[in-house]
């Protein structure tokens, strides 16, 4: 048991030293979840119980390097948790960030409340808020539209069998045969600005979809559709949540100024400005 043990420790010393130059920001548990993606064995008894065979040890190594270029630890391991689901992900659809459990929360919050209600999730990606709808409340109706279509074959992946009404197309014009039928609007939108490029992560950068990513100069281009497209989907007094960047706390609020009624931002896990919502008004 000890040469086993012994085997897996300077496996995870290496790839954490291999990850860890690389620029990782957390090379120990990326490496951790590497190893226990190869060999089957949870992350807290790799130590004791991993049993790495020839072709086990060459596929770690290279799942290793290809972290340490930055490829996303998700895009190797193929899925990702959100909140109480897990999703399918890999090149070609932005993967979810724990900052939007927190936006998904809220939405799940407000539709629990609610008898039968309706949601729509708009840019929706990997469908990862339709999705956790849908698991955490079983009376909804859920509807989502995404874009890009290798991210829409992701969310069609995610959301087989689920009941979600997931639509190709532009957030734009979407959901016409909806309009003010809606309980609750959320989104992720696109939100860096296209000046921002070399502040951005090259997990991001270099591997999302860069639909997901870029929104014009200031970053809020997208969201000005998502304030337009939520004003005619929602009934008078649905609300709409979306997804922000951390500088957006007062300028995100201030898309939906004219004509919405109790405009609030939220802070993420972090304490950081993440997402605002808002409520059309009952008149």
Not at 92 to 103: A, M, S
Not at 240 to 263: I, K, L, N, T, Y
Request: charged share 25%; glycine share 8%.
């Amino acid at each position: 048991m000890s040469a086993v043990r012994s085997q897996a420790e300077r496996l995870l010393e290496q790839a954490t030293t291999d990850l860890e130059a690389g620029g990782v920001a957390s090379p120990r548990h990326d490496a951790e979840m590497l190893l226990s993606h190869v060999t089957g064995v949870p992350r807290m008894m790799l130590l004791g119980s991993a049993r790495l065979d020839g072709k086990q040890k060459e596929t770690f190594e290279a799942m290793v390097a290809a972290r340490a270029r930055r490829v996303p630890l998700q895009h190797l391991t193929g899925s990702t948790g959100f909140r109480y689901v897990d999703l399918e992900v890999g090149p070609g659809v932005f993967v979810p960030r724990p900052e939007t459990e927190v936006l998904a929360g809220w939405a799940i919050d407000h539709a629990r409340a609610l008898d039968a209600p309706v949601v729509v999730e708009l840019c929706a990606g990997a469908g990862a808020i339709s999705l956790s709808v849908v698991h955490e409340v079983p009376g909804a109706t859920v509807h989502a539209v995404e874009l890009d279509e290798p991210a829409f074959e992701w969310a069609q992946r995610n959301l087989a069998g689920t009941g979600v009404d997931l639509r190709l197309g532009d957030m734009a014009d979407a959901f016409g045969d909806l309009d003010g039928t809606i309980d609750v609007v959320v989104a992720n939108p696109p939100y860096i600005p296209l000046d921002a490029w070399e502040s951005v992560a090259p997990e991001a950068r270099d591997h999302d979809p860069a639909l997901a990513l870029w929104s014009g100069d200031d970053g809020l281009d997208a969201m000005r559709v998502v304030e337009d497209v939520a004003w005619r989907l929602l009934k008078p007094g649905g609300v709409v949540g979306a997804e922000h960047a951390d500088v957006q706390g007062e300028s995100a609020p201030a898309v939906f100024g004219a004509r919405w009624s109790a405009v609030r931002d939220h802070t993420d896990l972090a304490d950081r400005p993440r997402f605002v919502t808002a409520t059309k008004p009952r008149r």
